[in-house]
């Protein structure tokens, strides 16, 4: 069987199904496991405990602290698929899949391949398709204008206005991260009371 998504969910499906005795191959379309958690903002740290993070069977480490950031969370996920033993393929781009003959299901990847299998799971998330909203005036600003996934630290923004959009979790946390780093000022544009 095949699991689609080298992100934690996919990490953790194949781990359960090894643990029962299913052979599952994961395909990532990244070079590496966790991709999208490799290229997260610096500062970034889980807003759950270590503790509640975790995938099953394999604990965080300790020194992890209480929150969980992204560097230490990009340690771990290599470190679980590798004690689970987990059989990964990298660079493998899933396009298509549909019914085959006698219950099997047939994917078409990257490269031309043919892959079936009995079962799929697809575990892709939605981290790797940023949303862009069409606001007025987008397309004559002269300014910078960056979605948070493409958003590093705040080196870059030093002495600058800037306006975060959005106060979830990212938002107030690249506030911050813009204000302790320097910005002459940060502004948190707010749609609803948080």
Not at 29 to 45: N, T
Request: aromatic share 8%; proline share 6%.
């Amino acid at each position: 069987m095949y699991v689609i998504g080298g992100g934690p969910g996919g990490l953790a499906v194949a781990a359960a199904l090894r643990g029962r005795g299913v052979r599952a191959v994961v395909l990532e379309k990244a070079d590496a496991i966790g991709a999208a958690w490799r290229g997260h903002y610096e500062r970034l740290r889980l807003t759950t405990t270590r503790r509640h993070s975790a995938l099953p069977g394999v604990p965080m480490p300790r020194s992890f602290g209480r929150w969980t950031s992204r560097a230490d969370l990009v340690r771990y996920l290599d470190k679980y698929a590798e004690f689970h033993e987990l059989e990964i393929v990298t660079g493998v781009e899933v396009a298509r899949i549909s019914p085959a003959e006698g219950d099997l299901w047939r994917l078409e990847a990257s490269g031309g391949r043919v892959l079936t299998g009995s079962a799929v799971v697809v575990a892709t998330g939605w981290n790797h398709t940023p949303y862009l909203p069409e606001w007025p005036g987008r397309e004559t600003w002269t300014g910078t204008f960056l979605h948070a996934s493409r958003y590093r630290d705040a080196r870059p923004y030093e002495g600058q206005d800037v306006l975060v959009v959005g106060a979830g979790a990212t938002g107030c946390d690249l506030a911050v991260d813009l204000a302790e780093g320097g910005a002459a000022r940060v502004r948190l544009a707010v749609r609803t009371p948080p």
